[in-house]
């Protein structure tokens, strides 16, 4: 498939992508292959086995409740985050589940999700297999799916299929690279923005992707919006104290006299406002994962709210240039935590975000290219090590402080001419490089870094996961 700017910013809920909005997508996926089939009215049973990270992370993740919404036939982005709950009591208290909303089977939520954090499929980290069993126990049908990043799914027999592969009208700018990117818009005469909405025009009209677009800037805005408004502790047991509703109001009241870095503080709240939103399991744009989903909208406000001249053709622009850096990562890396750490999350996200703003404050294609090389080098070898499994520590204040980052990788750029010595490219098959010299307990396992110390200062023994299982 080919990597589109709507592919990169979807709306869901939270508070992972790969561990939310993926196998919720799989389980549903799961089902309605099984009604092509013609097998949904044979099975009687449904079995899910969460395998590696998957598993270590499923509870903090919601990624339980996310198969059984998604085997209910749930899609992230049409999921209304105040119904999970009510809709997984009453399956839990009738004991059925309805397969895509009509065929229903007995379901026991606690026997039929089993989390295995000690076993891996060979694939991805992210693996779950699907088993329906007919009423002699037989099973109907089998299938494994990896939740590869930002949403993305894919069976198992399509993991070698390259994610650029030629799959529909060829593109009037294929590229695959930084540097041919940045070529074919000088070639052409055209802005990064420009050369990616000429590629998106092939998948559908003009318009109807600058409503998208607009669609999704506005979801941008509510997420931030209900983030600043919202009080109280966020769930999963760590006590952490939401904090954007506190700082919006003093922020309202205006800054302190002549304070040089209020925009700053503007930042840090709309990245805080996200990212608080995502970790309750609020909608929010998956830009490109969920973890990270506070840069772009963050970034995108400070072009917004402090850039002279800004306006909606601005947000659409700042979006396509956004998403062609981020298909980069997607053909060329990865863009999952549990894959190669948080460089993939983070650091993809703020190099999209600086890639965005230096387009929209007038910036060449060799510029737009700079900016994302330098948000991300200063972002490589991050771990993922979220405490509890929860999207919360470090993972909020990593957003705001990445979003400033972005903000001024942009401004460095500008200040050049586009030359650099390391290229984009270089900086992005570095990260992938490190993502897989990187120890697997740094990368979304919750067994490394300071999710460990968090839990050994409190005399927990961590488990390492031990073997992997064939599909």
Not at 279 to 297: E, H, K, S
Request: glycine letters at 12%; one cysteine or more; charged letters at 20%.
């Amino acid at each position: 498939m080919t990597v589109g700017v709507l592919d990169l910013f979807r709306i869901g809920i939270g508070p992972s992508s790969s561990h939310t909005v993926g196998p919720m997508r799989a389980a549903r996926r799961f089902v309605a292959e099984l009604d092509a089939a013609g097998l949904l009215a044979a099975a009687h049973e449904v079995r899910v086995d969460l395998y590696g990270s998957l598993g270590a992370t499923g509870v903090g993740h919601g990624t339980v409740p996310a198969v059984v919404l998604g085997l209910g036939g749930a899609e992230p982005d049409r999921v209304d985050p105040d119904d999970v709950e009510p809709t997984l009591e009453r399956i839990r208290s009738s004991g059925t589940l309805a397969l895509l909303g009509r065929h229903e089977v007995g379901f026991d939520v606690e026997r039929a999700v089993r989390l295995e954090p000690d076993e891996v499929l060979p694939g991805h980290p992210n693996g779950v297999r699907f088993r329906a069993l007919d009423g002699a126990g037989a099973v109907v049908a089998e299938r494994c799916y990896y939740s590869v990043g930002g949403g993305f799914v894919v069976r198992e027999d399509e993991l070698d299929e390259p994610i650029d592969a030629d799959d529909g009208p060829p593109l009037p700018f294929p590229f695959h690279s930084a540097a041919e990117l940045v070529a074919m818009c000088n070639a052409g005469g055209l802005s990064v923005a420009g050369l990616a909405l000429a590629n998106e025009t092939v998948r559908r009209p003009v318009q109807e992707i600058r409503h998208a677009l607009h669609e999704i800037w506005e979801a941008m805005q509510g997420c931030v919006e209900r983030g600043c408004r919202t009080e109280g502790i966020l769930p999963g047991g760590l006590g952490v104290q939401r904090r954007a509703a506190a700082l919006s109001r003093t922020l309202a009241r205006g800054p302190a006299a002549a304070d040089p870095l209020v925009a700053l503080d503007w930042v840090n709240l709309w990245a805080l406002a996200v990212n608080e939103e995502n970790a309750a399991g609020g909608r929010v744009v998956t830009a490109p994962t969920n973890g990270a989903a506070g840069i772009v909208p963050a970034v995108l406000h400070y072009y917004w709210r402090f850039v002279p001249g800004a306006d909606e053709d601005g947000v659409v622009d700042f979006l396509l240039a956004a998403g062609a850096v981020g298909a980069l990562f997607k053909m060329n890396a990865s863009i999952s935590g549990a894959e190669v750490g948080c460089q993939g999350e983070v650091g993809s996200a703020c190099a999209m975000a600086a890639a965005g703003l230096a387009q929209v404050m007038g910036g060449t294609p060799e510029q737009v290219e700079n900016a994302a090389e330098i948000a991300l080098e200063h972002n490589l070898g991050l771990t993922c090590d979220p405490i509890g499994g929860l999207v919360q520590v470090p993972c909020i204040e990593r957003n705001a402080m990445a979003a400033t980052k972005a903000i001024n990788a942009a401004r460095l750029a500008l200040h050049g001419d586009g030359r650099h010595l390391v290229s984009l490219d270089e900086a992005i098959s570095t990260m992938r490089d490190t993502g897989r010299d990187m120890h697997d307990k740094y990368k979304e396992t919750a067994r490394g870094g300071l999710a460990v110390t968090f839990r050994t200062s409190r005399g927990e023994v961590i488990p390492v996961p031990v073997s992997i299982v064939e599909c």
